[in-house]
């Protein structure tokens, strides 16, 4: 989706609001495709001083299984929306994820949205930012609570513990 800047990129001041679904459904992360239902972006293009700044959020949910646990999850999330719009990109900001091109008077949403979503997409999928994932040794799940393996001794201390025994 295209949105229509014309009639603010030369007035300082002006606005230009927008809210926009856009399907992702088709993204790969890693081996599964997280994003099942079209994300939601609202904000705002404010001309600041003659910059184009776009402002807002983007909601949408997390459908995937857990890194951690393995558990199946649906999660809902919200990521900010904070990017500069350039009529042209100079050679300092070619290097600057942030800062898009217009495509002649208007900004490109798919493009922007989807760029926000990669960036902002954490390496590992979670089902709770708390996650206490699996027991490496007996497999337990320990979001459930402990579990009854004894902590592994490190080698170099054997010596020591065999002395803490007489």
Do not use: Y
Not at 15 to 24: I, K
Not at 26 to 52: K, S, W, Y
Not at 106 to 133: F, H, R
């Amino acid at each position: 989706m295209l949105l229509g800047l014309s009639k603010m990129i030369d007035c300082p001041g002006g606005v230009v609001p927008f809210e926009t679904t856009l399907d992702l459904s088709e993204m790969e992360f890693g081996d599964c495709r997280p994003l099942a239902e079209p994300i939601h972006a609202h904000g705002q293009v404010r001309n600041t001083a003659g910059v184009l700044m776009m402002s807002g959020e983007v909601e949408a949910v997390l459908d995937g299984v857990c890194d951690r646990c393995c558990k199946p999850f649906h999660r809902d999330f919200t990521l900010p929306l904070e990017v500069v719009l350039v009529t042209k990109l100079e050679s300092d900001q070619l290097d600057d994820p942030w800062t898009f091109e217009l495509v002649g008077d208007e900004a490109d949403l798919d493009d922007i949205l989807t760029t926000v979503v990669v960036l902002n997409m954490d390496s590992q999928l979670l089902c709770k930012p708390d996650c206490q994932g699996l027991c490496p040794r007996c497999g337990k799940d320990l979001n459930e609570g402990p579990c009854d393996c004894r902590p592994e001794r490190d080698p170099r201390l054997q010596v020591l513990e065999k002395l803490l025994n007489k």
